[in-house]
């Protein structure tokens, strides 16, 4: 195999069978030619310190005028964000214009043999649903469910347990240093906020 390489969908399906990749759940019916699909998890985090809720903005103390496009203070890099989590139920949830949602993947990844990229597929995109801002790059040694930054168009209902995105796996060349960062193993789990204030300690 070449260096820099991707992986087909039979090679991903022999490198879990190996045990060089770990997919949690695995579903062989979501191997792709050259990528996996993932699904969406069933939390929601929104950071609470920017967006009013709905409660908040509908309340007397704000006069009812509010919405959740309306503002507060603007986060800081140097201050950790407190989030509002909400679960996906049954009927899904309504994304917004105009806010950031933090989601995740279903699925639990993990590999120390090969550099896992995630991005939206295409049906969700004609959707004009963007799955993640900037971090669609994985490193080796990353174990757990991916963070999804999500932004939206227009209003969009959305169900856990849909396909969400596509994750592919490259060759490295090089000796590996494993990633050993902010984001993983139980800190991994469920829609995971900013980390950056830690740069500051």
């Known amino acids: 195999m070449n260096t820099g390489s991707v992986l087909t969908g039979d090679e991903i399906t022999a490198a879990l069978q190996r045990g060089d990749i770990e997919i949690d759940p695995y579903d062989a019916s979501q ?3 050259a990528s996996y699909d993932l699904r969406l998890g069933d939390g ?11 409660e908040e903005a509908m ?26 989590r909400y ?11 105009g806010i950031g949602y933090l989601m995740h993947t279903l699925e639990r990844v993990h590999t120390e043999k090969y550099v896992p990229v995630l991005d939206g597929k ?12 900037t971090a669609g790059y994985g490193d080796a040694g990353f174990d757990g469910q991916y963070t999804l930054e999500v932004l939206v168009a227009h209003p969009v209902r959305v169900y856990a347990g849909m396909r969400v995105a596509q994750i592919r796996f490259h060759t490295m060349q090089g000796k590996v240093r494993l990633y050993h ?3 993983t193993g139980e800190a991994a789990r469920g829609a995971v906020p900013s980390r950056a204030w830690r740069q500051f300690r």
């Open 59 to 84: 309340s007397p103390s704000c006069g009812g005028r509010l919405s959740a496009y309306d503002h507060k203070t603007p986060l800081s890099v140097k201050v950790e964000p407190r989030v509002t």
């Open 87 to 97: 679960v996906i139920g049954e009927d899904g949830f309504i994304l917004k214009p």
């Open 122 to 133: 295409s049906s969700i995109g004609r959707l004009f649903i963007q799955v993640h801002a």
């Open 44 to 54: 929601v985090a929104v950071y609470n310190d920017w967006v009013y809720t709905v």
């Open 31 to 33: 191997v792709n030619p």
């Open 181 to 183: 960062g902010n984001y």
